[in-house]
């Protein structure tokens, strides 16, 4: 008898212990989301404060977005996809509409989307009529077994499984036009300088146009999903950082969730985005210790720009060499989104 | 008198000691090189002893060039494009000449080469028509500061800086588009199955092939170079893990250099030739350690395949976790190569 009720007991506080847990981890749940737009020479004396000011609302936006989603119990993988939509919904930001034009007047923009949870991946490079080239990565992700697939032909699968086509005339912003013209008019000048591909400088700010996100959801899963236009004047069907798992787009539960943006050829050859994690994993650095021991490399090599991460904690970084980089975060902690444009 | 026979002594010495040093450097100086032809099914069942031979004759002779070129004092970078160039225009391996057939009856070639001196790489993606992809990949890592650009107009690019044009005609061989035919006439006939890509068991044995080359010259330099034609049947302009740095293929004089063979998305998502070199950088592994941690990842990630690998000290290892590879090896110390195909 004395045993018994000992039991019940235990047991009940088994099922008390256990329901306190349960109502911790839910009230407690972590989240984290950090964007960024792209990096470059991002100074007062280059931004009007009308554009300042736009530039920081749509960053807003997209943080809020995602904190909602987020908030409603959105996994990674899912949260980042729709913030990078928006993003490259706003003619503000080299991806999707409003990416830059190569060479030819056109524009072939690269996306990469990758979930922490399992490392499964999809990426597309040089698509100029997916409306949102972030959902032809998720398709290659979820839909086939390959990582990257490129150009027209993957423009058609993606179609084939319901991403939405766009014209060029969709893509077309008038001032990433006017500046092709200037650059090919500059690149006349000097011709016989040019080694054909150089990182022109766009619109005098914004060197490195792209846009990112990373994101750890209630449940623990990190994600991370990048897109870009590349450079302005690009040529020879040239793919920078942005699609390569490892270089630009990185994201496993084991460590951090990261995009990068900035000279890509860099990103690659320094395997910045892995390099991150790589630190987190082998040398049990944590993820700001990591980052800047990264930034530091990158800097050595002589390559620009920065990348934005998260950890499973909700940790967050946003670090870079240049000026400035258009960036944004916000937790489940937090009352609102910080937004930043300049170094400071 | 006797302090100035003392620094004469002195000075005597020092150059003694400098000969001596320059003598052992030089007659001491290690090299070694190792080489890949792609794994998959290989087994005695699936080869006949005149099939055996014939590659095994093909993989001597590229081990033999890249020996001869590395105790003429070439370097690394020469020495790996020579002899993927070599293995490239036989018609026993998916690269250059040989390579398999995509979805559209066309030849699509991705190859990447990378200095770990100073980790320059440079890669082409989806070329049909340069003759030795290998040599596209360095005109881009030499000629432009950019890593990796894609189809028709990397191919112009290439052209216009000197690599030899080849017509379709130049790649074909026959049993390949027979191949084709075969996978073709199957995939009718389980038409709704398909996910558009799956990696097609290539003429029952190789299934995946690629060749690569990793060497470390008498100056301690790294250098790694990867070609290949990807996957028969291949669709939507897939791009595989030889031309991703980091994924295929990988050099860093401070660990090791790396090229890969088997299931490319597997290698892209764990960052297999960047994680062998991070795990020597940042954990302190042995290259053999490394490889056997990163051999097991890929096989828990259910990657099949396997890869060549070098340090500075001229250890190799040659790892797969498929019944066989077609690879070999050398170093200054041995009197011949070491070929071998099976797993054994």
Redesign the interface.
């Known amino acids: 008898m004395f045993l018994n009720g000992l039991i019940k007991l235990e047991t009940m506080r088994t099922y008390l212990i256990m329901c306190c847990l349960f109502v911790c981890s839910w009230s407690f749940a972590d989240y984290a989301i950090v964007i960024h737009g792209g990096a470059g020479t991002i100074t007062r004396k280059n931004i009007t404060p009308e554009k300042e000011k736009e530039i920081k609302s749509a960053l807003e936006e997209a943080v809020k977005l995602g904190a909602q989603l987020l908030s409603d119990g959105k996994t990674a993988i899912e949260v980042v996809e729709k913030v990078v939509m928006l993003m490259e919904d706003s003619p503000l930001f080299n991806a999707g509409k409003g990416a830059v034009f190569n060479h030819e007047g056109k524009q072939e923009m690269d996306a990469c989307i990758m979930d922490g949870k399992d490392?499964?991946?999809g990426a597309v490079?040089?698509v100029a009529h997916l409306k949102n080239p972030i959902v032809g990565a998720r398709l290659v992700k979820d839909?086939?077994?390959?990582?990257?697939?490129?150009?027209?032909?993957?423009e058609?699968?993606c179609i084939s499984k319901g991403a939405e086509y766009a014209d060029s005339s969709y893509f077309f912003v008038k001032s990433r036009w006017d500046y092709l013209q200037k650059v090919l008019e500059r690149e006349k000048n000097q011709s016989g300088q040019n080694?054909?591909?150089?990182?022109y400088m766009d619109e005098g700010t914004l060197k490195y146009g792209t846009v990112g996100c990373v994101v750890v959801d209630k449940y623990g899963n990190l994600a991370a999903a990048t897109s870009t236009g590349g450079l302005t004047n690009k040529?020879?069907?040239?793919?920078?950082d942005s699609p390569?798992?490892?270089?630009g787009t990185?994201a496993s539960n084991k460590s951090c969730a990261i995009s990068c943006t900035g000279t890509?050829?860099f990103f690659?050859?320094?395997?910045i985005a892995?390099?991150i994690a790589?630190?987190m994993e082998?040398?049990n650095l944590s993820l700001e210790e990591a980052g800047k021991e990264t930034l530091q490399k990158l800097t050595e090599?002589k390559g620009d720009g920065g990348f934005i991460g998260v950890d499973g904690k909700g940790n967050v970084i946003m670090m870079f060499n240049t000026e400035g980089m258009y960036r944004g975060y916000t937790t489940h902690e937090m009352e609102k989104p910080v937004v930043k444009v300049y170094g400071d």
Chains 1, 2 share one sequence.
């Not at 390569?244 to 270089?247: E, K, T």
């Not at 690659?268 to 395997?271: E, L, P, Q, S, V």
């Open positions: 490392l499964s991946v490079a040089g839909s086939t077994r390959h990582v990257m697939l490129s150009g027209k032909r993957a058609g699968f080694d054909g591909g150089a990182a040529k020879y069907g040239r793919i920078g390569i798992v490892g270089a990185y890509g050829e690659i050859r320094g395997t892995r390099d790589a630190l082998y040398k090599m």
